[in-house]
């Protein structure tokens, strides 16, 4: 399966500021993903990110929150803008690959906001 | 609405029992089903991915699933874990192909030595 990374791996921020994730992958992929998993919760999904077009936001989630880049097959960018203590939490990029398209998942950037 | 459930939010068992987690879905169509397994400040590892054919798949780590239909469950097994194995377990059920993945809550796995 591909090798994901994630910068940073954590981070400490200040409420009002904007924050950025990268997800690199180590090989060409269509599908990434974006996932949230606040403290001591399931994973839901944020957006899904195809390269050459715009995310495709789920419900709940919109683009003026998390803007996401996708600028080749290999790389992803999230953004949380205009943090506040609620936006704490695990966000964690995945690919999908091979039969079906299973997902596999980054480290996760663990980001604290206070 | 598609959804997981996991009905035990922390299993507590002894290094070298056996274990089963368990995991139904509510899905109209045939599902993708997937086992990760989140160890402390890390990322998710997949265990285990059920498509099609046999009901009982073999994953990494030594553990098993069995997808059985008429229960719409997914339950996760293995005959004798390790202090390793402590960690959250997510099963997850993906529709569109896998290209969405709906979790479960998640079981926290506590070994005694």
């Known amino acids: 399966s591909a090798v994901i990374s994630q910068k940073p791996s954590r981070d400490i921020c200040q409420r009002g500021t904007s924050l950025t994730i990268q997800c690199q992958v180590d090989?060409?992929?269509?599908?990434m993903f974006w996932y949230r998993q606040q403290p001591g919760q399931s994973l839901t999904l944020i957006a899904t990110?195809?390269?050459?077009?715009?995310?495709?936001?789920e419900s709940g989630f919109v683009i003026d929150k998390f803007p996401i880049s996708r600028p080749n097959l290999t790389f992803s960018t999230l953004t949380v803008s205009n943090m506040s203590p609620e936006d704490s939490s695990i966000y964690l990029c995945?690919?999908?690959?091979?039969?079906?398209?299973?997902?596999?998942f980054g480290p996760g950037t663990r980001l604290l906001v206070l | 609405a598609q959804s997981v459930t996991q009905p035990d939010i922390h299993i507590t068992v002894s290094e070298g029992a056996s274990l089963e987690l368990r995991c139904n879905y509510s899905?109209?169509?045939?599902?993708?089903l997937f086992w990760y397994v989140q160890s402390p400040g890390q990322g998710l590892q997949l265990l285990l991915k059920?498509?099609?054919?046999?009901?009982l798949v073999q994953g990494i780590k030594g553990f098993e699933a069995e997808f059985k239909r008429s229960q719409s469950s997914f339950n996760l097994r293995k005959p004798s874990v390790h202090w390793s194995d402590a960690a959250e377990y997510f099963c997850?059920?993906?529709?569109?192909?896998?290209?969405?993945?709906?979790f479960g809550q998640g079981t926290r796995l506590t070994i005694n030595p």
């Open positions: 995945s690919v999908g690959e091979g039969v079906g398209e299973t997902q596999y």
């Open positions: 090989s060409q992929v269509t599908m």
């Open positions: 990110a195809n390269q050459g077009s715009e995310a495709t936001y």
């Open positions: 899905y109209g169509a045939t599902p993708y």
């Open positions: 059920y498509f099609s054919g046999d009901t």
């Open positions: 997850a059920v993906g529709y569109q192909g896998a290209q969405k993945l709906v």
